[in-house]
């Protein structure tokens, strides 16, 4: 059962605080999964488009090495194109002493609001605006989730496996909003948390 109806969070949702948006982002995942296939099906193609054109350079420059090293074991690789987009864009610590997480996508999508001046992004925020009314939750804290999802989404595992089967797919895209909410949520406190106790 929702938490919260979402004739109440549409009218209200610029006011809920966080522990609210939280549980109407799990009460989606269990109640309303047709919210996340409708970001799947909707606004994912246009970020995935994006995400293609904004890191073009970079995703061809080691095509040539990623076709030879999938043509050997295309079982380990899966899909070529999200197997370049995983090897090249996943988040990783930057070296040769970890001090920091480097995450290209984030960097390049970082919230909604950042997106709405850019030409090349255009598409994907009216699609977005369009799947978050759709949903009931006409607001930018509600966009970006669906933004930090994708972005998971990207960074996936299983990312080159998604092509072989919609169910695969639609497990991706739930862990993504799972662990969206996670991050945005339950991490982002307890590092707060951490910050308090070491001052």
């Known amino acids: ?65 990623y076709t030879e090293d999938c043509a050997r074991a295309p079982h380990l690789c899966g899909d070529l194109d999200n197997f370049i987009v995983l090897q090249e864009l996943r988040p990783r610590f930057d070296a040769p002493i970890p001090t920091r ?18 030409a090349e992004t255009k598409e994907l925020c009216e699609a977005l605006v369009s799947w978050s009314r759709r949903a009931g939750l006409d607001a930018d804290w509600f966009r970006d989730h669906g933004l930090a999802v994708m972005r998971h989404y990207i960074a996936d595992w299983d990312l080159p496996w998604v092509k072989v089967s919609p169910s695969i797919q639609r497990y991706v895209m739930q862990r993504s909003w799972l662990g969206a909410i996670i991050w945005d949520f339950s991490l982002a406190e307890y590092l707060e948390q951490l910050k308090i106790s070491t001052n």
């Open 101 to 118: 997480v480097i995450n290209p996508v984030r960097e390049a999508f970082p919230g909604f609001q950042d997106l709405l001046d850019d």
């Open 1 to 65: 059962m929702l938490c919260y109806s979402l004739d109440i969070m549409k009218t209200e949702s610029d006011s809920l605080v966080m522990s609210d948006r939280e549980r109407a982002l799990r009460a989606i995942l269990t109640d309303r999964p047709d919210v996340i296939t409708d970001l799947e099906d909707t606004v994912l193609p246009k970020f995935v488009s994006a995400v293609n054109l904004r890191f073009q350079e970079q995703l061809t420059k080691n095509r040539p090495r």
